[in-house]
Structures are given as C-alpha cells and as structure tokens.
C-alpha cells in the first residue's frame, strides 16, 4: 500500500465504506488490513447457473493511481468458465479493460462479475474448452461447470451436509466381516474378502488433479 497515492487511498477507504453501509445481495468484502489496494470477496453462484450452490473467492488488485487505471481481477477459485483462466483465474471483461472508466468503482466491478456468471462470453474466452463447449454443447458445458462448482466451491453450509452424508455412508458400511464355513458350518476363522474396488474413471483421475 506503500505506494498508493494519497488521493487513491481516500477513494478506496470512502468506495469500501459505502459497500459495507448498502451490502450488495449475494457478495461479501473480505478486507486486508495491512494492503487496502487488495480487495477480496465472495460471490454467491447466481440462482439458475451452473455456478448456483457455490460461493467464489475473487481478488481485486487495485493500481497505485486507481481509479485512473482499472484493478486487475482474479478468481481464486477454481471455475469451469469461458471468461477466466482456469489456471491463473484472470478474469477476461471489458470493464477491466478497454470500457473502463474512474467513475465506475468497486462495487460496478463486483457486480459485473457476478454479471458474467450468469452471462458468459465466449467470444473473448480465456478458457478456449469452456467457450467451445458453450456454444457447441450446452449440456456438457452445464454439467462440468456444475462439476467445478461442487468440488471447489461448495458454501461452508453445503460442505458440512456433504461431510454429514459421507460419514453416514461410512457407518452403515461398517457391518462384520463374513466368516468362511465349510459344509458342517464350522468357521475357519478367515474373513470373506472383499472385492476388488472398481478402477477410479478416467473423469475422476482428472478431477481429482483439479
């Protein structure tokens, strides 16, 4: 923050106060004490999405001369999405780039981005699979951008229904070993083994290298 100008400090101090005095729906500041020129948030997967259901980490890298120049955006959760680079999380939308203007503030640019969930564009697609995939299969599209979401985006609600789930399945399937009998039912002290578990699919090798 060192080098932020004076008079970009009292725009970001006054932009973050009016936020968290007229709370946007759905997006919560997560503030850095020690650097105010990095802005996080989270954003609610817009209803009707493949995004809905999940909570996204952004980061807002603001310039030293803000608002002159735009923040730089990222995702810091991963999204299956044509508008953001799935390996760095850059975030592709003309607001931050050639429409940006010193007037539109913090809070025009988290609402765009919550924007581009609910309208991509593959025509500027960071993520050249996902943009193709719009346009040339929704459904599939729709399913792995739903994938993405469940996995590394779930709400602290949702993850703990999740883990609830699980450790029920894990008590039911505690049951007694079988015994091997011979014909007169005497046991021979030697657990039926289990079956071989099924080799993990080729979707979920992938998914768990995400």
Same mark, same amino acid.
Request: charged share 30%.
């Given at each position: 923050?060192?080098?932020?100008?004076?008079?970009?400090?009292?725009?970001?101090?006054?932009?973050?106060?009016?936020?968290?005095? #007229?709370?946007? #729906?759905?997006?919560?500041?997560?503030?850095?004490?020690?650097?105010?020129?990095?802005?996080?948030?989270?954003?609610? !997967?817009?209803? !009707?999405?493949?995004?809905? !259901?999940?909570?996204?980490?952004?980061?807002?890298?603001?310039?030293?001369?803000?608002?002159?120049?735009?923040?730089?955006?990222?995702?810091?959760?991963?999204?299956?999405?044509?508008?953001?680079?799935?390996?760095?999380? #850059?975030?592709?939308?003309?607001?931050?780039?050639?429409?940006?203007?010193?007037?539109? !503030?913090?809070?025009?640019?988290?609402?765009?981005?919550?924007?581009?969930?609910?309208?991509?564009?593959?025509?500027?697609?960071?993520?050249?699979?996902?943009?193709?995939?719009?346009?040339?299969?929704?459904? /599939?599209?729709?399913?792995?951008?739903?994938?993405?979401?469940?996995?590394?985006?779930?709400?602290?609600?949702?993850?703990?229904?999740?883990?609830?789930?699980? /450790?029920?399945?894990?008590?039911?399937?505690?049951?007694?070993?079988?015994?091997?009998?011979?014909?007169?039912?005497?046991?021979?002290?030697?657990?039926?083994?289990?079956?071989?578990?099924?080799?993990?699919?080729?979707?979920?090798?992938?998914?768990?290298?995400?």
């Amino acid at each position: 923050m060192e080098n932020v100008l004076p008079a970009s400090v009292k725009t970001i101090y006054k932009e973050i106060r009016e936020i968290q005095e #007229d709370k946007i #729906d759905g997006i919560q500041l997560i503030l850095n004490d020690e650097d105010i020129s990095d802005i996080q948030a989270t954003i609610d !997967g817009p209803i !009707g999405t493949p995004f809905d !259901g999940g909570r996204f980490h952004i980061r807002l890298l603001l310039p030293s001369n803000y608002p002159s120049e735009p923040p730089r955006g990222y995702f810091l959760t991963k999204i299956f999405h044509p508008n953001i680079n799935w390996r760095s999380g #850059d975030i592709c939308v003309d607001t931050l780039k050639k429409e940006w203007k010193s007037d539109l !503030g913090i809070r025009h640019i988290l609402l765009t981005i919550r924007c581009l969930l609910i309208a991509p564009n593959p025509e500027s697609a960071l993520n050249e699979e996902a943009g193709r995939l719009l346009l040339e299969d929704y459904e /599939e599209y729709t399913r792995l951008a739903k994938v993405y979401t469940e996995i590394h985006a779930p709400k602290p609600e949702n993850r703990a229904q999740l883990c609830a789930a699980s /450790e029920a399945s894990n008590d039911a399937a505690k049951v007694e070993a079988p015994v091997l009998r011979d014909s007169n039912g005497q046991s021979s002290g030697r657990p039926v083994r289990a079956k071989p578990k099924k080799k993990m699919s080729t979707m979920k090798k992938m998914l768990m290298r995400l």
